[in-house]
């Protein structure tokens, strides 16, 4: 095991390393944070990571301790009173406090991890709106509980052209397709031509509209005899064909193509 070797004196040492580790954890909560609510969250908005309760009428509101996600920062916001509807929490000016140090002593430290509440919001960067009383800690983990619980489509079955058609092994599905929870397009699925003959370049189906991808791909494919070759997914038309690919281009009877793509749509 490696062991941490500072050339600072050592409290000044281990204190740079524990910041470090808390950077390192906070950009990874953030990321995964903002990975789950990306599409639900706008531009000018942040997040209650926990806290957030608000009580009380306007001009006598309350808030608990929160921690909050401002500008791609964890932030923390102190418990405040007084407040009234609505109040925005932003993240805060730099201000300097005390802090322990090694020797003993407190001295002045700039603390640029702090939120806090406003009566109007920022100018740039990232807000929270508070507009009334409630747990919004809450109301996000409802959201996020909601897109974790998200089925998957069903998926449907192509419509085949040019005499292709599903493997002839019932232990394998026909080409289908469907989107997942993120928007992506997968085709899965065994498709065959009964028919001995050249099929580069042959339609094997057409994807219907809200399945088409922006741009064209090709993706790489392989046959039950072991040939490989690829299939070609058309920009916009959602037209699926086979590559023009001389290896793979002449079937015999029932050779088999085995796919299982996701295709970014965007």
Avoid: C
Avoid at 5 to 26: A, C, V
Avoid at 35 to 59: K, N
Avoid at 80 to 109: C, H, K, M, R
């Amino acid at each position: 095991m490696k062991k941490f070797k500072s050339t600072f004196p050592i409290n000044q040492g281990l204190k740079f390393f524990d910041k470090y580790l808390e950077s390192e954890l906070s950009a990874e909560v953030f990321d995964a944070m903002q990975a789950l609510i990306a599409d639900f969250s706008t531009e000018t908005e942040g997040f209650i990571l926990t806290g957030g309760t608000v009580a009380g009428l306007t001009g006598a509101a309350t808030i608990t301790d929160s921690i909050v996600v401002l500008n791609g920062k964890i932030l923390r916001l102190a418990a405040d009173t007084a407040l009234s509807y609505p109040f925005y929490i932003q993240e805060a000016t730099t201000v300097s406090i005390n802090g322990a140090f090694g020797d003993g002593t407190n001295q002045p430290i700039i603390d640029n991890e702090a939120a806090e509440t406003a009566v109007s919001p920022p100018g740039a960067g990232q807000y929270i709106t508070i507009a009334a009383a409630g747990d919004y800690v809450a109301g996000l983990n409802a959201k996020i509980t909601a897109k974790a619980d998200a089925s998957l489509e069903a998926w449907a079955d192509v419509t085949f052209a040019n005499s292709w058609e599903a493997g002839e092994n019932s232990m394998y599905n026909g080409l289908r397709y469907r989107k997942d929870n993120f928007g992506n397009l997968w085709l899965n699925g065994v498709i065959e031509s009964p028919i001995v003959g050249d099929y580069s370049g042959t339609i094997i189906t057409t994807l219907p509209a809200g399945y088409r991808p922006v741009n064209g791909i090709r993706f790489l494919v392989g046959s039950f005899v072991g040939k490989v070759g690829y299939i070609e997914v058309s920009a916009t038309s959602g037209v699926v064909s086979l590559g023009v690919n001389e290896h793979l281009g002449t079937f015999a009877a029932n050779d088999e193509l085995f796919i299982n793509e996701q295709i970014p749509m965007d």
